[in-house]
């Protein structure tokens, strides 16, 4: 099972990065890597070596917040972010200038409809083949190429409307 344990951990970053994507907030992203992580763990089990441990982890992390959504409405939020208080005393215009460009970005990204946003995600974000995507959305190749076309466009359209 060290394998298992060495692959999950290679992975974390990504997973992460894919938890953030589609929960919209840093915070609930982070929740939500480490409710995939619980249920890998307790099914590892089912894990074959040898097969891709970031297909099942996305699959996995999709299906928890899938989970969430229908178990609970989101509540408004009481508290900024934890990275709103991160660089405080930072005056670099470019650190600036990142950061804003980082939250045009992900405000672009989260008015993206659901289906979208999960491909834009998986295959810009995280560099899955489209049909290792196709898989982890549990869709057909040509599904996935059309949100993909209408998820690129959609951002194209917004990033142009911001600038």
Not at 43 to 66: E, F, V
Request: net charge negative; hydrophobic share 50%.
């Amino acid at each position: 099972m060290a394998r298992f344990e060495d692959e999950l951990l290679a992975i974390l970053p990504r997973l992460r990065r894919f938890a953030r994507s589609l929960s919209r907030d840093a915070a609930d992203g982070d929740d939500l890597c480490q409710v995939a992580i619980e249920k890998a763990l307790n099914a590892r089990d089912q894990w074959q070596p040898g097969t891709m441990m970031d297909s099942w982890m996305y699959r996995i992390t999709r299906n928890a917040w899938i989970d969430q959504g229908r178990a609970r409405t989101r509540a408004a939020q009481t508290f900024l972010p934890e990275e709103a208080g991160v660089a405080i005393g930072d005056d670099g215009a470019h650190a600036i200038e990142a950061r804003l460009e980082l939250a045009l970005v992900q405000r672009a990204m989260a008015e993206l409809p659901d289906e979208q946003r999960e491909a834009v995600a998986l295959v810009l974000v995280e560099g899955l083949a489209y049909k290792e995507a196709a898989a982890v959305l549990d869709v057909p190749m040509g599904t996935l190429t059309s949100r993909l076309v209408r998820g690129r466009q959609a951002l194209l359209a917004r990033m142009g409307e911001a600038a």
